[in-house]
């Protein structure tokens, strides 16, 4: 065992501390990843307060993890020591379910093994994540990072990148289709770079006037202000699909309004309260809503391989792992441009 620095969540209501991990021996095929950058998720805040009701404590929360291979398992195929390597929200799966098998491990049907407030496939161990100084893990949930890109910034892609690129996939999102994202903040910019960098005609819609600019610059072509009823009427049935990556709790129905006929609203945000929806917006242009997690190992692969074609990274804010504290009040207030993310050397 390995005795690894962190920051942990004790219970949901006090501060995220110093804390003390220890990292497991080398299996065959782990890898031992030296952390050097974490990016802050939602579902970090989420968990760490016990929104989702399923917390487990002590948690050191992180499933954005870029750091340097340090040490490779006798039977590692995918690594060597010095390579630069990612971990996302996944550690594990069952590996034998249909799902698995087709590397969808997230729709393991045995559940897959979160990167951090999950119990391990041994069903004993906590697993913790990356506000942490080091990680040790399984190769075939660890990614390829191609070190032309700015490490930092592709810190965020392990799990907002993913959850935004899988879904607008499987959406068959291309040239000239109109994509609505709501929300601009880690899911949404990055939702917004891929459905500019796919084709389609984006517009941004926000709660945040003070937005608008940024919106533009990462490529949107338009911005809606969701709270101007005037505007969102004025868009009613035009959108084809629709991103939703709200972390807060809100009704589904006025966004749903805005999709055309057979438009879909792909939801990811997760909030702790169920929203409301009307039969009424759906049966209206035979609308659907779809829900996505994160993305497999394949296809997680396949989009850090696009962005480093396409030199696609998350807009950061750096900070040191003692300010953990202060940007999660910071995201709560949608104070966020547009990912923070943990420099570890601080640690
Ligand atoms: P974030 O950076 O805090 O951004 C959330 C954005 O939601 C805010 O910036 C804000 O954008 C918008 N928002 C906040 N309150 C709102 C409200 N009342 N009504 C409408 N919009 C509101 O969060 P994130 O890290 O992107 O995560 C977003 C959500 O996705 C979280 O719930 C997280 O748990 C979830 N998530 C899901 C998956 C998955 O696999 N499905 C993976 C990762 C994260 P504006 O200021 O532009 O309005
Ligand atoms: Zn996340
Ligand atoms: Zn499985």
């Not at 016990?50 to 340090?70: A, F, L, R, T």
């Not at 702790?272 to 692969?301: D, Y």
Request: proline content about 3%.
């Amino acid at each position: 065992m390995t005795s690894t620095k962190a920051y942990a969540a004790s219970n949901a209501k006090d501060p995220l501390a110093p804390f003390q991990i220890e990292r497991r021996e080398l299996r065959p095929h782990d890898v031992h990843v030296e952390i050097l950058y974490c990016g802050v998720c939602h579902s970090d805040i989420h968990q760490a307060r016990n929104e989702w009701g399923d917390s487990i404590y002590p948690m050191v929360p992180g499933h954005e993890i870029v750091g340097k291979i340090s040490k490779v398992g006798k039977d590692v195929k995918k690594f060597k020591v010095g390579d630069i390597a990612g971990v996302g929200v996944m550690i594990d799966s069952c590996r034998a379910c249909k799902n698995c098998i087709n590397l969808m491990e997230q729709y393991c049907v045995e559940g897959m093994t979160g990167t951090y407030n999950t119990l391990e496939r041994d069903k004993k161990t906590i697993a913790q994540g990356g506000y942490s100084s080091q990680i040790v893990t399984d190769e075939r949930y660890v990614y390829s990072i191609s070190s032309k890109l700015d490490l930092k910034a592709v810190a965020p892609l392990l799990c907002a990148g993913i959850t935004t690129y899988s879904p607008l996939r499987y959406a068959g999102v291309t040239k000239g289709m109109k994509v609505a994202v709501i929300g601009l903040g880690g899911l949404g910019h990055m939702g917004v770079k891929f459905a500019v960098s796919f084709g389609a005609e984006v517009t941004l819609v926000s709660t945040s006037l003070s937005k608008q600019k940024d919106a533009e610059r990462l490529g949107a072509h338009k911005f809606l202000l969701s709270t101007d009823k005037k505007q969102m009427k004025n868009s009613d049935s035009y959108f084809d699909v629709i991103l939703n990556t709200v972390s807060a709790n809100h009704d589904y129905e006025k966004y749903l309004n805005l999709l055309d006929f057979n438009g879909k609203m792909l939801v990811v945000g997760l909030p702790s309260e169920n929203p409301k929806v009307s039969p009424f917006a759906l049966l209206k242009n035979r609308r659907s809503i779809t829900g996505s997690m994160i993305g497999g190992t394949k296809e997680t692969q396949e989009m850090l391989d696009y962005c480093a074609d396409k030199n696609i990274v998350a807009d950061v804010e750096v900070i040191p792992i003692q300010q953990i504290n202060e940007a999660y009040e910071r995201m709560i207030k949608n104070d966020v441009r547009y990912r923070f993310v943990i420099d570890m050397s601080s640690l």
